[in-house]
């Protein structure tokens, strides 16, 4: 595997982030692979400047819904195999994964779902966790690195009001509870390993100058399969790319 850099970022809008300078942005961060969640768009509304870009191959997984959810992801090199199902069928029809399988390397661009204000979409975010490490699980010996928003800050330290927020979708010990067993089916949380300190975060509310203030939460990730993990030479997060409610997180594998 020849050196890579790996970046996920959750777009809230692809079509809105292509009026922020987006293409200029990708071209010199230049990732060999980006993998883009909350596009917001169905395939054919996508402007074709954003679906050909010179050096890329483009894969699109667009909800059934309109304007709504959907996942992205660009390639310098060209897979093996695509897969785009998870096998559970309110996930799937959301299009929330792409899976990109390489010769010596698996990457799967993931946007699970949000539990809801009130909750009430707690059923589907369980049962899309609950399949998702059952999958995960059975390729955990290969090179894979499982990259994305998760909708769930893990710790107390990947919030900056983890007391105020313990009832709150996001931070619920249910939903830290999925995060646990995802790490238990044999994946490493690259940015926690490689960076041990608070403060970092890659969600903020968009009132109360939440991001001036980093007053945020951490719920985008890459895991890192055991057998990927010692190629990880660094892991980050951009919170200075501005154009989203997210950042961009990512890793560099050698």
């Known amino acids: 595997m020849k050196d890579m850099k790996i970046v996920a970022w ?3 809008g692809l ?20 993998c883009l969640q909350e596009i917001k768009a169905e395939k054919e509304k996508i402007p074709a400047e954003l679906l050909d870009i010179s050096g890329y191959f483009t894969f699109v997984n667009s909800a059934q819904r309109k304007g709504y959810s959907g996942v992205l992801t660009y390639s310098k ?9 998870l096998s559970e069928p309110d996930f799937d029809q959301e299009g929330r994964l792409i899976e990109l399988v390489f010769k010596d390397l698996i990457v799967i ?13 707690f059923p589907q975010k369980f049962s899309a966790y609950k399949v998702l490490i059952e999958y995960l699980g059975k390729i955990k010996d290969k090179k894979v690195a499982i990259v994305g928003d998760f909708n769930v800050a893990h710790q107390e330290i990947d919030i900056a009001r ?8 996001g931070f619920t010990l249910a939903e830290r509870k999925e995060i646990d067993k995802l790490i238990e089916a044999g994946y490493v949380d690259s940015f926690r390993h490689l960076n041990p300190t608070g403060g970092h975060y890659t969600w903020w509310a968009p009132f109360a100058q939440a991001r001036i203030r980093n ?22 997060i951009w919170p200075q790319v501005m154009g989203s409610d997210h950042c961009p997180v990512g890793v560099e594998i050698i």
């Open 215 to 236: 007053i945020g939460w951490r719920i985008d990730y890459v895991f890192a399969s055991k057998a990927l993990m010692p190629q990880i030479k660094e892991a980050f």
């Open 15 to 34: 079509r809105a982030i292509h009026k922020k300078n987006f293409l200029e942005w990708l071209k010199q961060v230049s990732p060999d692979i980006l």
């Open 10 to 12: 959750n777009v809230n």
């Open 109 to 121: 661009n993931v946007y699970m779902p949000n539990g809801g204000r009130e909750q009430e979409r």
């Open 77 to 85: 090199e060209k897979p093996l195999k695509v897969n785009y199902l």
């Open 162 to 169: 983890p007391k105020e927020n313990q009832k709150n979708t």
